[in-house]
């Protein structure tokens, strides 16, 4: 509900502040006086695009602040997605610079103008006979009778599921689209894995394989070598053992005189013992030694099996192409799981669908039982409006789609003479028509949903007398449930108001300003006079504007 309005150097407003509470409030004013200002300036702050033309006075930025109270709308969700301060008051501020920039501000949060966008909708709806086109729109229709059929919860409910069946199906697609793709390439790759399954390779196999290579490709320097070594150490005249040992000979013969020749031999024992194991060795060694071609191809073979591979791939180790056979591995398997996959997958969207139908057919039957009901005051109500002969067909089909909202399509239709076909709103209602069907469903939606505060624009505009009545008892019984103001040029309606504004022009020092103020009793009663005989006041018009407010 909109609580207060601050308005500063917007268009012909240099500075406005005013109040507004609840029931039905009324704005009225010559032509010109600037209603329209007042609309544009709300609009500003709601999310509006702005330009420089805005601005009153061009070096000085324009501000336009409202401030609401919001706490029976639930829109806690609202601001925690869009990462706002929530606050029961909540203040909106926008402001235009001279330079031409905009700022918007929620709770003194910055805030873009898409999502200030979207909290209008929750908070204020502007009607004029010019945006009665709405009616015309599936969604609004359908939004009239799911209101009535109390079918929030249950829509809230379908539109999760319709979530995961669109995931489910998207998922599907990918699959069916990888499977395909995976198919193409599923020989090859199965090609590719047996050839390295078939390898056996062993990650350090490379290493090792190549070490053997080498030692069979120098065998005859191994040998050589080999047997220089033995000669060297066993040899009976100059041989490293013989050697050791008359070195430790003679170290046990001086041992007993000193610890430092006791250690000297012991580590001499050591060395020889050491020798000794060394010796063996190379005698094995030397025995075993001999080069064996067929070993060398086979490594050989090996070795250039294992390097082909390698180049194939692209990759320098086998540690590496077991990383690439595990990945054909994968490729492989999901081919010949994808079958499988797919099948599951489409048992889960199945079985999503099949809740998904049960929550569409509870909203279809609900809507189909409230149509009768609503056709009814729908068309009680525009007789009282001077539309005796209106008559609506509305026919819910329910189809095998699914919408945002459903499965059902709708078909509203309208009559306004007797006898005469029914068509579509838009095509077959006139502005004045539209604007009362229009008050008409807003009225029954007030009694039946929570809505946001809304402003009828002069859609009284072409009506009269009993009529005039008649929409003015409607304005106050939905004002009962919600904030309702009303601009009018009809003096029965703005005598049903619970407060009145009036806007008018004011020249202060050679500069014309428009004003807004709220009126008191007598005020409200010349207001009203003025409305039924101009600005020449007679005592009748008086009597007449007393009798309508009492």
């Not at 009324?26 to 709300?42: F, R, V, W, Y």
């Not at 909290?119 to 609004?140: E, G, I, P, Y």
């Not at 060694?285 to 001999?290: P, T």
């Not at 609506?392 to 709708?410: M, V």
Request: glycine share 4%; aromatic share 6%.
């Amino acid at each position: 509900m909109l609580t207060h309005l601050s308005i500063n150097n917007y268009a012909l407003i240099n500075q406005l502040d005013i109040d507004f509470s609840s029931g039905l409030s009324i704005i009225t004013g010559e032509t010109g006086a600037g209603k329209s200002i007042l609309l544009g300036a709300l609009g500003l702050v709601l999310g509006n695009r702005a330009d420089l033309s805005s601005l009153k006075d061009t070096s000085k930025k324009c501000v336009v602040e409202a401030k609401l109270d919001i706490t029976n709308y639930n829109l806690q969700d609202f601001f925690e997605t869009a990462e706002l301060d929530y606050e029961n008051m909540t203040i909106i501020r926008r402001e235009i610079l001279p330079s031409g920039k905009s700022r918007a501000f929620v709770n003194d949060t910055p805030v873009n103008l898409s999502a200030l966008n979207d909290l209008k909708s929750l908070l204020m709806d502007v009607h004029s006979q010019h945006q009665t086109m709405q009616l015309s729109d599936a969604n609004f229709q359908f939004s009239v009778i799911d209101a009535l059929a109390k079918n929030i919860n249950f829509i809230e409910s379908y539109k999760k599921g319709l979530k995961i069946l669109a995931k489910l199906k998207k998922e599907l697609e990918v699959l069916e689209k990888s499977q395909q793709e995976a198919n193409l390439q599923y020989e090859y790759n199965l090609h590719l894995f047996n050839e390295l399954e078939k390898a056996e390779i062993l990650v350090d196999e490379q290493e090792e394989l190549e070490e053997k290579l080498e030692k069979l490709n120098n065998i005859e320097d191994i040998k050589l070598n080999l047997s220089e070594a033995l000669s060297i150490s066993v040899n009976e005249e100059i041989g490293i053992q013989n050697l050791l040992f008359t070195l430790e000979n003679r170290l046990s013969k001086i041992a007993p005189f000193s610890k430092e020749y006791q250690e000297l031999l012991s580590r001499t024992t050591s060395v020889k013992i050491e020798l000794d194991d060394i010796v063996t060795e190379l005698e094995d060694a030397n025995e075993h030694i001999e080069f064996d071609p067929i070993e060398a191809e086979q490594i050989n073979d090996r070795l250039q099996l294992l390097y082909n591979l390698q180049k194939k791939h692209y990759v320098n180790s086998n540690a590496e192409l077991l990383v690439v056979l595990e990945e054909l591995s994968e490729k492989v398997s999901q081919v010949e799981n994808a079958d499988e996959n797919i099948k599951q997958k489409k048992n889960e969207i199945e079985t999503v669908a099949a809740k998904l139908d049960s929550v569409a057919l509870k909203i279809s039957e609900s809507r189909k039982k409230v149509v009768p009901s609503l056709l009814k005051e729908l068309q009680l109500l525009l007789s009282d409006l001077g539309m005796q002969n209106a008559r609506f067909s509305i026919k819910i089909n329910s189809t095998k789609n699914y919408f945002l909202n459903g499965k059902d399509e709708l078909e509203f239709l309208f009559s306004a003479n007797k006898g005469g076909n029914f068509g579509e709103l838009k095509k077959v209602a006139s502005g004045g028509e539209l604007s009362r069907i229009m008050l008409s469903i807003k009225k029954i939606l007030s009694e039946n949903m929570q809505l946001p505060t809304i402003i009828f624009d002069e859609i009284d505009t072409g009506v009269s007398g009993e009529v005039s009545n008649k929409i003015a008892a409607i304005m106050q019984l939905m004002s009962k449930h919600m904030q309702v103001i009303t601009i009018t040029h009809l003096p029965q309606i703005a005598s049903k108001g619970t407060q009145h504004y009036k806007v008018f022009k004011e020249e202060i020092n050679g500069e014309t300003t428009t004003q807004l103020k709220k009126l008191n009793a007598e005020e409200r009663v010349r207001e009203i006079a003025e409305m039924l005989s101009g600005k020449e006041l007679s005592e009748s018009a008086i009597i007449h504007a007393k009798e309508l407010l009492n």
